[in-house]
Each structure stands twice: as structure tokens, then as C-alpha cells.
């Protein structure tokens, strides 16, 4: 990762000094905890002018969707997470699965532009007219013991 970041600071407008990456994992809950499941979620900001800002998350090893009940695809919902205030939805999108469908991953680009919060990912198996209880949920920005997703 190093090596992508150093090529992109020779142009004008990319400072390494102001980009960074966090990755954190996703933890299996709900019906995900009787199987053997993972995730990770990474969070971007650039110093490209202006400031892209990228959220991605992959859940590994997860079954068919119609495993958890009347279910075709798997739901991602982004949201800012502080003590004493309710979660705020920033964005909601269906993961795409690799071929053999044992990786599901979804990428956003988010719009803001002020001081980042932290955010938190879940991730729920979804149908027609359904969504399923979460599977894996984490901190893919922020977290600390304040935000924790067991109080929230």
C-alpha cells in the first residue's frame, strides 16, 4: 500500500502527509456466529483536491444469503456513531459477490465534508421484501471504547 501512495504523491495535487487508510475488522453477530465468517472494512481519505473520501467492506466467507431466511443479496448500511446521540445513516448499498460468491464486498465514495465522526458498518442479508438481522458489524472509522457497538 505504501508503494501506491508514494507513486500518487508525485502528482501536484496528492499529499502524504494528508491521506491516510484505516482498516478494521467486522465481527460476526446474530445468526453469523454459528458459522465461520469474517469482514473487514477500511476507510480512505486523500489529499486530492477535493478530498476523496472512500468507505469499502468485504465480508469473507459468507454463505448464500437464503441461508438466514427468504434472502438474494446482502445489505451494507454506513452510519456516524456518537455517544448520547442516535446513529446517522450516511449511506446504504447492496454488496457485489466474487464468481464463486464467497466474497462480498461493496465501495462507496462519501460526500461530506467536515470533521469525520465515527463509522460504524452492518451488514444484513436482504430479499424482495425483507432484511434479515445483522450478520457482521464494525467500526470501519473512529472507534474507541465511547462508541462501542454493543451500546449503540
Not at 21 to 33: D, H, K, Q, R
Not at 61 to 80: M, R
Not at 125 to 130: A, E
Request: proline share 9%; net charge negative; aromatic share 10%.
Amino acid at each position: 500500500m505504501r508503494y501506491l501512495l508514494d507513486k500518487l504523491s508525485i502528482k501536484d495535487d496528492v499529499s502524504m502527509e494528508n491521506s491516510f487508510i484505516e482498516v478494521n475488522m467486522l465481527n460476526a453477530m446474530g445468526p453469523g456466529t454459528a458459522l465461520f465468517i469474517s469482514g473487514f472494512g477500511s476507510f480512505e481519505l486523500t489529499a486530492f483536491d477535493p478530498p476523496v473520501q472512500r468507505a469499502v467492506v468485504v465480508g469473507v466467507n459468507l454463505p448464500a444469503p437464503g441461508t438466514f431466511g427468504p434472502y438474494d443479496n446482502y445489505n451494507l448500511i454506513l452510519k456516524f456513531v456518537l455517544p448520547d446521540t442516535p446513529p446517522q445513516t450516511i449511506d446504504e448499498l447492496i454488496l457485489k459477490s466474487s464468481p464463486d460468491r464467497s466474497i462480498w464486498s461493496g465501495v462507496t465514495l462519501l460526500t461530506f465534508e467536515c470533521t469525520l465522526d465515527p463509522i460504524r458498518t452492518t451488514v444484513r442479508p436482504q430479499g424482495q421484501r425483507w432484511v434479515g438481522e445483522p450478520i457482521l458489524q464494525g467500526f470501519i472509522f473512529g472507534f474507541n471504547e465511547d462508541n462501542d457497538e454493543e451500546t449503540q
